[in-house]
């Protein structure tokens, strides 16, 4: 956690859950959608999975925000970059960002340079590509025997 853990869990102020978030994202947000510079108390995703599984979904509600906690079921299936990297990038750019805001025109340009960086490195872009495809299908071949 990002702040050390009271005695009683109930002390303090509630604690916000961290959004999964793509690799290059710089800045990061809660479920809720503030970032974490703005909220007094916040947990990874992965901490605040195991604390509702430890302390249940309803006591859970006494910890958390209420907002994050309602979200965290709508993202709650394995969610990380390694296993769906797709679902994250959808979640980041359906769910973490809302209308012309600040952060809508932030993922906006990093979207837009990620893009332009493949165009201006096309030869290696499709040599990285390649090498996570055939490690993946490689991997597929050895869980197959």
Same mark, same amino acid.
């Given at each position: ?56 979904? &309803? #006591? /859970?509600? $006494? +910890?958390?925000?209420?907002?994050? @906690?309602?979200?965290? !079921? ?32 932030? &993922? #906006? /340009?990093? $979207? +837009?340079?990620?893009?332009?960086? @493949?165009?201006?490195? !096309? ?23």
């Amino acid at each position: 956690m990002n702040h050390s853990e009271p005695v009683d869990l109930l002390d303090g102020p509630p604690r916000h859950l961290e959004r999964y978030a793509p690799p290059w994202a710089s800045d990061r947000r809660t479920i809720c959608g503030r970032t974490l510079e703005d909220v007094a108390a916040w947990v990874t995703f992965d901490e605040g999975k195991a604390l509702i599984a430890k302390h249940g979904q &309803t #006591r /859970a509600r $006494l +910890l958390f925000c209420q907002t994050c @906690v309602s979200q965290q !079921r709508a993202v709650q299936q394995r969610l990380s970059w390694d296993s769906n990297p797709a679902l994250v990038v959808h979640d980041w750019t359906q769910r973490a960002t809302w209308g012309d805001g600040p952060a809508f025109k932030r &993922t #906006r /340009a990093e $979207l +837009l340079s990620l893009a332009q960086l @493949v165009e201006l490195h !096309r030869g290696e872009y499709e040599a990285i590509v390649n090498a996570h495809s055939t490690d993946e299908l490689a991997a597929k071949r050895r869980a197959a025997k």
